[in-house]
């Protein structure tokens, strides 16, 4: 099956800014919050050739738009020239299309320490992702982040800040926390029907009503 690749994901963050000139911040930032994730839908539906169940739901600060119906139409595939996967690796599961909103300070413990939340999903962490992946956040904890659809697995390069693009990942996650009320966004990028990312589009915006848009890698570099 080929890969689809980051490109294809593209949104035009500048042209949405034009429709935000000459807005205040507060007001810019809830047009974004209202109209932003139509673009990205559109992208995503056209990315999945397949029906869709696209549904969008709160959790404080930040909106869920999740896939509910993650279940391939073999003969669809068959109509976009895609190679047919195999029955078993058909799976009816819902995945992330985007996440969003505003950031706020969280003072709360992190839910990993109760001894659930984290600690359910999936697994022991080595074990079932291996030494390269941690259980990521898409909203990070102190962003208002939620669990359930919020976890993923991510490089662990990348979530600690280890390798130059998760330094700057780290960066863009401690502006958002250090600016509460700033409008965010995390997205992930597939390349092909699982629910597991090939990479991580997060984005800002700034005051100035500019987007400052980052694309993170989510698959080892083998070469």
Not at 24 to 36: E, F, S
Not at 178 to 193: A, E, M, Q, V
Request: positive net charge; hydrophobic residues 35%; contains cysteine.
């Amino acid at each position: 099956m080929p890969e689809i690749p980051n490109e294809a994901w593209r949104v035009d963050y500048a042209k949405f800014a034009q429709t935000l000139c000459g807005m205040d911040y507060k007001t810019a930032a809830a047009d974004a919050r209202k109209w932003l994730h139509f673009d990205w839908e559109e992208t995503y539906i056209a990315r999945t050739p397949f029906p869709n169940d696209i549904v969008l739901f709160d959790r404080g600060e930040i909106t869920y738009c999740i896939d509910c119906r993650f279940e391939p139409d073999m003969r669809l595939i068959a109509g976009k020239e895609f190679v047919p996967i195999l029955p078993e690796q058909i799976k009816k599961e819902g995945r992330l299309v985007v996440a969003f909103g505003f950031s706020r300070p969280v003072t709360a413990k992190h839910p990993s320490s109760s001894g659930t939340g984290m600690r359910g999903f999936i697994g022991r962490t080595e074990k079932y992702l291996g030494a390269d992946y941690d259980k990521g956040h898409f909203i990070g904890h102190k962003l208002g982040g939620d669990l359930n659809w919020n976890l993923f697995p991510q490089l662990r390069e990348i979530n600690r800040g280890r390798s130059t693009a998760g330094k700057q990942f780290v960066q863009m996650e401690r502006f958002c926390r250090d600016n509460p009320g700033t409008f965010f966004f995390s997205r992930p990028l597939y390349s092909d029907f699982t629910s597991r990312p090939n990479a991580l589009e997060f984005g800002i915006l700034k005051k100035n009503l500019s987007f400052w848009v980052a694309i993170f890698p989510n698959v080892i570099n083998t070469k």
